[in-house]
Each structure stands twice: as C-alpha cells, then as structure tokens.
C-alpha cells in the first residue's frame, strides 16, 4: 500500500499526459473529420447517416469496453481503444475517397474506438487521484485539457488550409495517427489496477434503480440530454464551413468559441453551487432553443457566429453540472464505487442513443444546412431537453444533494 501511494504522483501525471495527448490529436483531425466526409461525399444526408451509426454503435464499444475493464485492467481496454483508433485513421489514409463506400465499417470502428476509449479512461483517471489531491488533479486537468483542445484545432486548420484540396486532411490524420501511438506507448508505463469486484454488474440496473428512483430519473435524462449533443457534436464545424469555406478560419472560429466555453466554465465553477444544479440546467436548455431563433432568418456570418457563441457559453455549464449531479447520486447507490464503471456505461450509452434520435428527424430536411430544419432542430431538442430537466427535478428542487 506504501508503494501505491508513493507511485501515484507519477501515475496520476501519466495518465493525464495521456488524456491530454489524446484530446489533442483528436481534435487535430476529428474536428475536421465531418467536413472531409462532407467534401468527399457531396452528401448532408450521407453525413447525418454516418454519424447517427457512430452514435449507435458507440455503446456496443462502452458495453465490451466497460466488461474488460472490469474483468481484467482499464489499461486493456486504453490499448484497444488505441489500436482501434490507429485502424480507424490507417483506413482514411488508404482508402481515400473510398471511405465512402464502406462507411459503415469506418463508423463501426469509430465507434468501438471511442466507446472502448472513454470506458477505460474515466475509470482510470478516477484510480490514480487520490481524495486528497483530486481538487488540485482536477484543477492541472482542466487547464492541460483546456490547452490541447485550443491548440489542437488550430494545428488541424493550419495543416489543412495550407495545403491544397484534401491533401492537408492527410496530413492531420497522420498528424493525429503519430499521437496516439505515442499516447500508446505512454500507457506501457502505467501499472495494473486489476477490480477488486472482477463481476460485470451491468445486469443490476433494474435492482439499482429502484433503490434509488431519482438516479433512474437521471438516467433517463441522459437520453433527452442527447437530442441537443447530437447536433452540437458535428453540426457546428459544418456550420462555419458553410459560412467561411476556409478550415483555417473555421479553426479560429472553434478556437475563439472554446475559450467562451471556458470563461463559461470557470465562473460557475467559482460561483455555482449544487443545490441550483436544476436551475442551471433549465436555463442552459431553453437559452440554447431561444438562442436557436437567431437561424430562423438564415444562416449569415453573424447569426451563426453568435448562435454558436450561446451553445459554448451555456452547452459546457449544462453538462458539467449534470455530471457531477449525476455522480453525487450515484454515490447514494448501493454498490457505490463498484458500480462506478457501469454507471459510466450506463449514461454514456443512452447519451449516444439520444444523439441519433435528431439526425434520423433531420434527414428529410438534409437538403442544405441553410434548411429551415436546422434552427426548429435545435430550438426543438433544446426545449425538450429543458422540458425533461424540469420532470426530472421538479420534485427535489429543494434537495440539497
């Protein structure tokens, strides 16, 4: 036990050099991804499909990934993840244009990629910071995470817009292929945690959600939660793509809205406080559909840009508030901390579900991004997503957990 403790400091860093490298190398190419999808494929609808199938499949990824880590090690499930990003963009770089063939397949292992990804590393991120260092561990992540996911962009529009047609895309994709095997080669030195409870226990979520109704609430909001993820996911790049036309300025545009999103996150975490966690989470959800409005008249340089403005500003508060909502309840359960993987699996896999759900209903509108469907779209889901907040916490508005 000695030895654990001394090992964490090094551990702890370990696994956040990781988690940085990764969130930059994905957000030097997969930031872009569904706009090189969108030029190869010609095709709003084809790129509405394929994301919808990644959405789907996702949780099978979640499902076997949070088995391995609880079977064996949460480093198992890192690996595989890793190997299966680094097939997913060996794939983009030698199919080319034939990715569009086989779509499906490209999404099956995006999908299983980054389901086995997350399941293996909110579990091991969880592992290596102790109580007593978890405030200051969280405080050094953000600030790591926040920087990766500012520059990473940057990085992806520079390497693309310097270079012409798609041959730039190549370059970030091989950019991000070049990261993650260093990402996999960190993991080498991370030592196993094997579960003290190797039981998958996903089978207990019935049991766990009648000992505890308002978790089984929240799970359910979760799905609603996704209706509005699905389309802030991937619609906003195409958004300023449509705009700008140049990845470059679509790089800065991104970057500039992350660090609203941040300003956003870091008042509410000085001034925010749990027992408003509801309020919060309404007035996100309707901001957001009322902010949608700004579409309705077309989507010009400064509706998009102040529309997509209100989502980083108020999207990041909704989120990080409900999960840690969502956490607190999830420690009055039971099983506590050994149910702590399946939890994770549980909520993320209803997210995705969720995420497809408006994509299927935008298809028939799929005809432009100018549709009039987008802004009902997100007017829609944000007002359903406000709706669900309200029937979840209307009757422990007042609790002070």
């Not at 790129?47 to 959405?55: C, E, T």
């Not at 226990?201 to 979760?222: D, H, I, P």
């Not at 840690?324 to 901390?337: C, V, W, Y």
Request: glycine share 10%; hydrophobic share 55%.
């Amino acid at each position: 036990m000695v030895i654990r403790k001394e090992r964490m400091p090094r551990e702890a860093a370990l696994a956040l050099a990781m988690h940085g490298l990764f969130i930059f190398g994905s957000s030097v190419s997969l930031t872009f991804f569904n706009i090189y999808f969108l030029r190869l494929s010609e095709s709003f609808a084809l790129n509405l499909i394929y994301n919808a199938l990644f959405y789907a499949l996702t949780p099978l990824g979640f499902w076997i990934g949070g088995w391995f880590a609880k079977r064996y090690d949460r480093l198992h499930t890192l690996r595989i993840s890793l190997i299966l990003h680094m097939m997913f963009f060996v794939l983009i770089l030698t199919l080319g244009d034939g990715i569009i063939e086989v779509y499906g397949a490209i999404a099956l292992c995006q999908g299983l990629a980054v389901g086995f990804y997350w399941a293996g590393i909110l579990v091991l991120l969880y592992d290596v910071s102790a109580k007593m260092n978890r405030v200051r561990y969280v405080g050094i992540s953000t600030v790591m995470l926040t920087g990766a996911g500012l520059i990473g962009p940057l990085a992806g529009g520079w390497l693309i817009g310097g270079s012409a047609r798609l041959t730039g895309y190549l370059y970030a994709f091989g950019l991000t292929l070049a990261v993650f095997a260093a990402v996999f080669a960190i993991s080498l030195f991370i030592g196993k945690l094997p579960s003290r409870r190797r039981r998958y226990l996903l089978g207990l979520t019935g049991a766990m959600a009648r000992r505890n109704s308002q978790w089984a609430k929240l799970l359910g909001l979760w799905f609603c939660t996704g209706f509005l993820e699905g389309l802030t996911l991937f619609i906003p790049a195409l958004l300023l793509y449509e705009v700008f036309e140049r990845e470059n300025v679509v790089s800065i545009a991104l970057a500039a809205t992350s660090l609203v999103s941040v300003a956003s996150s870091f008042y509410m975490s000085r001034k925010g406080t749990m027992e408003r966690a509801p309020v919060y989470m309404g007035v996100c959800s309707f901001g957001i559909a009322l902010g949608a409005l700004l579409l309705s008249g077309g989507t010009g340089t400064v509706q998009a840009l102040v529309f997509l403005v209100v989502v980083a500003c108020l999207n990041p508060v909704y989120h990080n508030t409900f999960i840690s909502r969502f956490f607190a309840e999830t420690d009055k359960l039971p099983l506590k901390g050994a149910f702590r993987i399946e939890s994770v699996v549980l909520y993320e896999s209803l997210l995705n579900f969720g995420r497809v759900v408006p994509l299927v209903v935008l298809l028939p509108f799929a005809d432009s991004l100018r549709a009039e469907a987008l802004w009902i779209a997100f007017a829609c889901a944000g007002a359903l997503q406000g709706a669900a907040v309200w029937l979840t916490f209307r009757k422990t508005k007042h609790s002070t957990n």
